[in-house]
C-alpha cells in the first residue's frame, strides 16, 4: 500500500525556517516524480514544486523561487521541502503528493498533510 | 502560468439529480502530438487530502463510481456527476498539468 507521511509543520516567526519531509513507502520511490502542494482556506490547492527521480531537475512555483528547495533522498524514500524567509502567506497545510510516473504527470498519491503557520 | 477558472463556486443539488461543473483554462492543455487534454480533477472531503477522480479529462481513476465523468477538450471542460449522492459532498477541483501544474479555485457541493 502506497503511503505519504509529511512531518516537520510547526509554528514559525515570520523570516524563520522550516524543513518538511515525506516518507515514502509501498512503491519504488526513486522511480517516481514527487510533488509539494499546499491549501490555505481562501486558495485552495497550489502547486510548490516538483523534483524528478534523481533530484536532477526541479521546478517552482514563483511565489516561492529562491526561497524554498525540494530535495530527495532515495537510499531514505524520503522527500524534503526546505522553506526559508517564510512569509505570512506560505501558511497552509502542505501536502506531498506522487505522480503516476512515466508521462502520466497528474497526482494518484497523496499524504495526510503538515501544518505550517508562519505568525509572530 | 496557466490560469484554471471553475463554476460555480458553489452548488447545491438534491440527491439523485445531475450536477455540472465546469473549467476552463486560460490556454489550451490539448497537446496536438498525442491529442491528450493534461487535465484530471480531484474530490477533496473534510479534513482529507484530495483525491485523484479523472485524468486525460475523460479517463476514470481504478474504484471511482461510475456516476463521476469527465469530458471537454481544448479549454473548457466538465465534471458530472450523473446522480448525487450524499458521499459526494465535497470540493471539486480541476488541475492541468500541461504546463507545471495549476488547480482551478474549487467547486464546493452540497445537498440541497
Known amino acids: 500500500e502506497v503511503q505519504l507521511v509529511e512531518s516537520g509543520g510547526g509554528l514559525v516567526q515570520p523570516g524563520g525556517s522550516l524543513r518538511l519531509a515525506c516518507e515514502a513507502s509501498g512503491f519504488i520511490f526513486s522511480s517516481y516524480w514527487m510533488h509539494w502542494v499546499r491549501q490555505t482556506p481562501g486558495k485552495g490547492l497550489v502547486w510548490v514544486s516538483r523534483i524528478d527521480l534523481d533530484g536532477g531537475s526541479t521546478s517552482y512555483a514563483d511565489s516561492v523561487k529562491g526561497r524554498f528547495t525540494i530535495s530527495r533522498d532515495n537510499t531514505k524514500n524520503t522527500l524534503y521541502l526546505q522553506m526559508n524567509s517564510l512569509r505570512a502567506e506560505d501558511t497552509a497545510v502542505y501536502y506531498c503528493?506522487?505522480?503516476?510516473?512515466?508521462?502520466?504527470?497528474?497526482?494518484?498519491?497523496w499524504g495526510q498533510g503538515t501544518l505550517v503557520t508562519v505568525s509572530s | 502560468d496557466i490560469v484554471m477558472t471553475q463554476s460555480p463556486d458553489s452548488l447545491a443539488m438534491s440527491l439523485g439529480e445531475r450536477a455540472t461543473i465546469k473549467c476552463k483554462s486560460s490556454q489550451s492543455v490539448l497537446y496536438s502530438s498525442n491529442n491528450k487534454n493534461y487535465l484530471a480533477w480531484y474530490q477533496q472531503k473534510p479534513g482529507q487530502p484530495p483525491k485523484l477522480l479523472i485524468y486525460?479529462?475523460?479517463i476514470r481513476e481504478s474504484g471511482v463510481p461510475d456516476r463521476f465523468s469527465g469530458s471537454g477538450s481544448g479549454t473548457d471542460f466538465t465534471l458530472t456527476i450523473s446522480s448525487l449522492q450524499a458521499e459526494d459532498v465535497a470540493l471539486y477541483y480541476c488541475?492541468?498539468?500541461?504546463?507545471?501544474?495549476?488547480f482551478g479555485q474549487g467547486t464546493k457541493v452540497e445537498i440541497k
Open positions: 488541475q492541468q498539468y500541461y504546463s507545471l501544474w495549476t
Open positions: 503528493a506522487r505522480d503516476r510516473g512515466n508521462y502520466d504527470r497528474y497526482f494518484n498519491f
Open positions: 486525460w479529462a475523460s
